[in-house]
């Protein structure tokens, strides 16, 4: 157990739906990354929060949106769903001032049908 | 071009080979280099870590930098099947006057297959 926890594990859901992917990142950590992997693209880096602010924008979709609660855990949220969305997102934290990298969860393997 | 290439494989080896994984980048502002393994329907997980030129040992893993080849290294000796992951390697520049971690840089993955 890395300490980061998401759920669901796994999602099936119909195109143009809505979904909500939740992080619960290391105790300790306040910055929390989200990222999108699939097999064609690796892993993208889609946006960070720091303390419950926005610290960082990557390749994310204007469909898709973010944000970090009081107590630290963060909620990504993904609308008018496409095939193309299709992928394992993991959420990372961190201590900021830590260049070592990331501690990951385990993920949640999304597949819209 | 991507500012890091890896080569995807897959990778496969009889146990106890030594393998080798390798990466390159175009972006000389890079300070710190890591390595990943990502187990399948896993997050991946820290593995190794550089700071700017160099090796580093860590059992049976070496980790090796080139900054003047803009080439990372990760080397496994006596493989074993428990090593039979994707390896992913990451790269960022040093943190900015604040102090704040700059973006993660990913190499795609090397699919390992270590075989008994």
């Known amino acids: 157990d890395s300490g980061v926890t998401q759920t669901p594990k796994h999602l099936i859901t119909a195109t143009g739906q809505r979904v909500t992917l939740r992080c619960s990142p290391r105790?300790?950590?306040?910055?929390v990354y989200w990222y999108q992997q699939s097999l064609d693209q690796g892993l993208q880096f889609l946006i960070q929060?720091?303390?419950?602010?926005?610290?960082a924008k990557g390749n994310i979709l204007e469909r898709f949106s973010a944000q970090q609660f009081p107590d630290l855990h963060s909620e990504l949220n993904l609308s008018s769903l496409e095939l193309g969305d299709s992928a394992l997102y993991f959420c990372?934290?961190?201590?900021?001032?830590?260049?070592?990298?990331?501690?990951f969860g385990s993920g949640t393997r999304l597949t819209v049908v | 071009q991507k500012e890091v290439e890896q080569d995807p494989g897959p990778l496969s080896v009889p146990e106890g080979a030594i393998v080798s994984l390798n990466c390159t980048y175009s972006n000389s502002a890079f300070q710190y280099f890591m390595w990943y393994r990502q187990y399948s329907r896993k997050g991946p997980e820290l593995l190794m870590y550089?700071?700017s030129s160099g090796n580093k040992e860590d059992g049976r893993f070496t980790a090796q930098v080139d900054k003047s080849s803009k080439y990372i290294s990760l080397f496994i000796r006596d493989s074993q099947p428990s090593d039979s992951a994707t390896y992913l390697c990451?790269?960022?520049?040093?943190?900015?006057?604040?102090?704040?971690?700059?973006?993660?840089?990913w190499g795609l993955g090397t699919s390992l297959a270590v075989n008994p």
């Open positions: 990372a934290s961190s201590v900021v001032a830590d260049v070592r990298g990331y501690t």
């Open positions: 990451a790269m960022s520049a040093r943190p900015d006057n604040a102090g704040n971690n700059r973006k993660l840089i």
């Open positions: 105790s300790g950590d306040l910055s």
């Open positions: 550089t700071y």
């Open positions: 929060y720091y303390n419950g602010e926005e610290r």
